[in-house]
């Protein structure tokens, strides 16, 4: 995979996710895919459906454009932690050395997310 690029993009139903917010599942949830850092980002944001919709479909969107590089294998939802640098701008940390960027976009019903790895 030297010297090539990997994508992977993800759209979310943000239906889906307040579904699953709003119900006894919330805790596990959360747990299972946001990192601690992600979870307390959401409490300074307008609209956390929306925003753990994105964070989602970032964290998706990561897993495909990486899983060819790491032995085949998807990484978990919580060692892919998405945090937005002070312009704004989505980042991503891994714990390894792969060039990741990210883009995230809301509108409407949908959250949908890009990946590009190097
Ligand atoms: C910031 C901007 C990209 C958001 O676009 P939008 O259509 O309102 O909303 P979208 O749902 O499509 O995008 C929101 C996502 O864009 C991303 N984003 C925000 N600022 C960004 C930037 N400077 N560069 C790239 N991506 C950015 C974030 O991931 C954000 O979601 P998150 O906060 O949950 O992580 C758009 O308003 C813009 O280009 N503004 C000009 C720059 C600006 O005003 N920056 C303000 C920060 S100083």
């Not at 969107?61 to 937005?84: C, G, H, M, P």
């Amino acid at each position: 995979m030297e010297n090539s690029l990997s994508t992977g993009v993800d759209i979310v139903l943000i239906k889906r996710i307040e579904d699953i917010l709003s119900s006894s599942k919330r805790d596990k949830f959360l747990e299972k895919i946001f990192s601690k850092n992600e979870i307390e980002d959401a409490k300074s944001r307008k609209d956390e459906v929306r925003f753990f919709s994105g964070r989602f479909a970032a964290k998706e969107a990561v897993r495909k454009a990486t899983s060819n590089n790491i032995n085949s294998t998807k990484l978990s939802f919580k060692s892919i932690e998405i945090f937005n640098h002070r312009s704004g701008k989505p980042g991503v940390n891994l714990k390894n050395d792969l060039a990741v960027d990210i883009s995230i976009s809301h509108d409407g019903n949908y959250a949908i997310a890009f990946c590009v790895v190097q």
